[in-house]
Structure formats: structure tokens, C-alpha cells
């Protein structure tokens, strides 16, 4: 074991990152060995990240209006969760929305609209006003999530000052086909390679806790690793009553950790930002995600589930020693 804990530690501190099986081993391990996995993933992220914590902010500006069958999705055509169901916001909500998420104390914020892809030309215009205004009003960093953009698109974006695309792949390739139906993976994959061929800071993550297997976890980490991704967004399923996957709860919070510590063991130079689902999957060990290698966190409310209040995890950081980023 000792020898384990000696290559794992070795292949993350040289930014390599570990394999296959080191990373399934990961996974199987006890919870009382989570200590020893703990001290090596804080090193790793202190090493590369520092102490600073990214913190980040979103508004759903077009909800429920979605095409897609994603069975953990309250917005899909699935769906028959209760939520607000609502066309593009106005660029004054939208900048409204950014404003009060930069008194939360973000320093990213992020637009996500429902739906495959936006390819409505006034609203991206719309979007790429709203951009515009946030960044030379605001300062802060902006993203956007959208669907699969092609890369002229992207490139309009940051033209208007845009930093970021947001575009999850959710899953593995493996287990995809059992979580949507009416896209195919690579239309996602393509997505990312736009955005990154644009030249836009790409944010590709996934959810877990959808019934996927150690072994899909492992892909989708690898995925990211081979996509090169900058940033890896991490939620965990809160099943929304009305869903396909209501009901479903198949992650402990030590469960939750070791995912975490995986992908920063497997991807050991990217922010890892913990997201939706952390409060009801992580309970009271929510501190300890950035032992086990998280960078940062969302702070405020999730697309259509609420989160805590942004003060407390702020005070979660400075009592952890750690600080905001401010760049």
C-alpha cells in the first residue's frame, strides 16, 4: 500500500496526473484511509492552485424551454418538476442578476440558458451585450453556458469581452446513451473543441450520482484530461421530485470526496469547482472538499434548486484559512 500512496503522491505532484486503475483505486477506498488520501490532494492543490478559492455565480436566464431528454434535468421535456418556465431574460435582469452575484462576493458570473444550442441571433446579441456591460461595469469575469456552440459564436463572445464557456459532457461515453437520448455524446465533445479552438477558457465537468459506475467516473476524468480542459465543474445529483432519477440517492459524503479527490489526482493542474448538489451530498463535511482538491465553489442558488447562503460558505473559507481569489 505504501507503494500506492507513493506513486499516486509522485505522478499528481509532477502534473502528470495518475492512471486508470490508481484512479478506480481511488475510488475503492475505505473511508477510513480518506485521511492519508486527504493530505496528498490538499498538497496537490496547494502546489498548483495556492490557497485561493475561485468563487463563481450564475443566473438562469431561459429556463424549462429545453428539447433534451437529460434524466436528471428539471428543465428537460422529460420533466415534470414544478419550476418557473421562462423565454431569455432582458439584458437589465441579466446585469441585475451579476450585480448582486458580485456582492455575494463572485468573481465569475455566468449565463446559462436552457436548450441544446442558442442559435437565435438576437439573443446572442442580447447575450453579448449583457457581456459587455457586466465586464466594463462590474469587473467581473464572465461565462457563458449555452449549448454547443460552434466556434464563430464563441469568437463573437469574446469579442464582447467573454472569458469563459461552460459546456458539461455530464457523464461518461459509456454511460451517456442511459442519460440522454436526443443528442450523441460527441456533439458535446465537438462543443468543447470549438471553445477551446476560439480560444475561450473551456469549463467541462459532469454530474455524479446518476447510477454510473467507478469505471464511468474514471472515463469521464480521463476525457477531461485528453480534452485539456481549463476548469472541471463538479455536481452532484440533488433529484428533483417530477425527474426520471426522483428519489435517486446513491452518494455518501466520504463518497463524494473521493470523487473529488480523483479528478484532482487525475487532472492535477485544473480548477476543480464544486457545484450543484453539495449541500445535500456533502452535509457537514462541506469543508473538506477543498482538502480533497477542490479550487473553488458556486455561491448562491443553482439553475432551479437553491443553495445556502453565500455568507456562510465565505466564512467556511476564512475559517479554513483560505481567502476568495481575486485573480
Known amino acids: 500500500m505504501e507503494r500506492f500512496w507513493e506513486r499516486v503522491r509522485a505522478q499528481a505532484m509532477s502534473g502528470k496526473g495518475i492512471g486508470r486503475e490508481d484512479a478506480l483505486a481511488v475510488l475503492s477506498l475505505r473511508d477510513g484511509a480518506l485521511w ?9 492543490r496547494r502546489r498548483f492552485k495556492g490557497d485561493g478559492i475561485r468563487l463563481c455565480s450564475i443566473v438562469n436566464a431561459k429556463s424549462g424551454l429545453c428539447s433534451e431528454d437529460c434524466s436528471f434535468c428539471a428543465q428537460s421535456r422529460r420533466s415534470g418538476a414544478g419550476i418557473g418556465k421562462y423565454p431569455l431574460l432582458t439584458g437589465e435582469e441579466i446585469f441585475r442578476e451579476a450585480s448582486a452575484a458580485k456582492e455575494r462576493g463572485a468573481r465569475e458570473f455566468s449565463i446559462v440558458a436552457s436548450g441544446l444550442a442558442m442559435r437565435n441571433r438576437e ?12 465586464r466594463k461595469e462590474l469587473g467581473l469575469e464572465t461565462c457563458v453556458s449555452l449549448g454547443t456552440l460552434p466556434a464563430s459564436d464563441v469568437e463573437y463572445l469574446l469579442s464582447r469581452g467573454l472569458r469563459s464557456v461552460h459546456h458539461n459532457l455530464e457523464t461518461s461515453r459509456s454511460f451517456f446513451p442511459k442519460v440522454c437520448t436526443t443528442h450523441d ?3 458535446d465533445v465537438s462543443a468543447v473543441w470549438a471553445a477551446k ?3 475561450a477558457w473551456v469549463c467541462c465537468g459532469g454530474i455524479f450520482g446518476l447510477g454510473e459506475s467507478p469505471e464511468d467516473r474514471v472515463e469521464l476524468a480521463l476525457t477531461l484530461r485528453d480534452l485539456g480542459v481549463d476548469s472541471i465543474p463538479v455536481n452532484f445529483l440533488n433529484p428533483v421530485p417530477g425527474t ?14 473521493r470523487i473529488i479527490a480523483m479528478l484532482r489526482l487525475t487532472n492535477p493542474t485544473r480548477e476543480i469547482i464544486v457545484c450543484g ?14 482538502a480533497a482538491g477542490a479550487t473553488g465553489t458556486m455561491v448562491g442558488n443553482y439553475l432551479t434548486t437553491a443553495g445556502r447562503p453565500a455568507e456562510d460558505d465565505v466564512r467556511m473559507l476564512r475559517d479554513l484559512g483560505l481567502a476568495p481569489r481575486e485573480g
Open 277 to 290: 448538489g453539495r449541500e445535500v451530498n456533502l452535509r457537514d463535511l462541506q469543508s473538506l472538499m477543498f
Open 123 to 134: 439573443e446572442l446579441t442580447r447575450v453579448g451585450d449583457a457581456v459587455e456591460r457586466i
Open 244 to 257: 426520471p432519477l426522483e428519489g435517486r440517492r446513491d452518494l455518501s459524503p466520504m463518497e463524494c470526496l
Open 197 to 199: 479552438e476560439a480560444g
Open 36 to 44: 492519508r488520501l486527504l493530505d496528498i490532494t490538499e498538497s496537490v
Open 185 to 187: 455524446y460527441e456533439e
